[in-house]
């Protein structure tokens, strides 16, 4: 049982390159997020999907997009890295977040990425 | 909007001593609260949450939270502290009915001395 895993755990990338950090989780959960974890900042959001084909911006999204063409795929790519986007980033997923319910958030190990 | 703070980034306790780490919120309607804990190198875990009913709530590890609407708090506790809990510890709240964003506070780094 995987449950949600996230690729790579370690990057090292350059100024203005590409990169793109892979989420995949195996419950057929609905809903997945990508947060970036830094020093005073805590856990920040930087988007979410409630479902393949449906994102929305979190509280950071500029730098960065997202696709969801499967439920269970939430790539995060960071199209010309800049060095203030060194980070942890972690990816989750929740069986849903609507008005139903409030579902736990299950987090992947993280993405060390650091943009030199 | 929403909002959660953290007021201590780090709290000492010794072992086997109670610990108390304090959240407060701000939303707009009706609460759902969470805490979370990290270990070194790993992602977050849940621990509890609060959704309605009792104030009280009980999670993972022998840790409780207690809600309090009137000073929109949610501060997590352990009666008895041990050596591994030392960890960093997340509350988190979202606007019941709202918005599907859960929102994070900065976190608080529990040190439990031996």
């Known amino acids: 049982d995987a449950g949600i895993t996230q690729s790579p755990r370690y990057k090292i990338t350059e100024t203005g390159r590409q990169v793109t950090l892979m989420c995949h989780q195996t419950?057929?959960?609905?809903?997945m997020f990508w947060y970036r974890q830094d020093l005073g900042h805590g856990l920040r959001l930087i988007y979410y999907?409630?479902?393949?084909?449906?994102?929305d911006k979190g509280e950071v999204p500029d730098g960065y997009v997202v696709s969801r063409s499967k439920t269970e795929n939430f790539p995060l790519t960071l199209e010309s890295a800049t060095r203030s986007q060194t980070s942890v980033y972690f990816c989750?997923?929740?069986?849903?977040?609507?008005?139903?319910?409030?579902?736990?958030?299950?987090f992947g190990p993280g993405t060390r990425l650091t943009v030199l | 909007a929403q909002s959660v703070a953290q007021p201590e980034d780090q709290v000492n306790v010794a072992e086997g001593n109670p610990l108390t780490v304090k959240c407060t919120y701000s939303?707009?309607?009706?609460?759902?609260l969470f805490w979370y804990v990290q270990y070194p190198n790993r992602g977050l875990q849940f621990l509890l949450k609060?959704?309605?009913?009792?104030?009280l709530v009980k999670g993972s590890y022998g840790f409780e939270a207690e809600f309090n609407k009137s000073q929109t708090s949610f501060h997590l506790k352990k009666p008895s502290a041990l050596v591994s809990d030392s960890a960093l510890y997340f509350c988190?709240?979202?606007?019941?009915?709202?918005?599907?964003?859960?929102?994070f506070g900065k976190g608080t780094r529990l040190h439990i001395l031996p």
């Open positions: 419950w057929s959960h609905s809903y």
């Open positions: 989750a997923s929740s069986e849903s977040a609507g008005r139903r319910g409030a579902d736990t958030q299950y």
């Open positions: 988190a709240v979202r606007d019941r009915g709202r918005d599907d964003k859960i929102i």
């Open positions: 999907s409630a479902a393949a084909d449906i994102t």
């Open positions: 609060y959704i309605t009913g009792d104030n």
């Open positions: 939303v707009s309607g009706n609460p759902y």
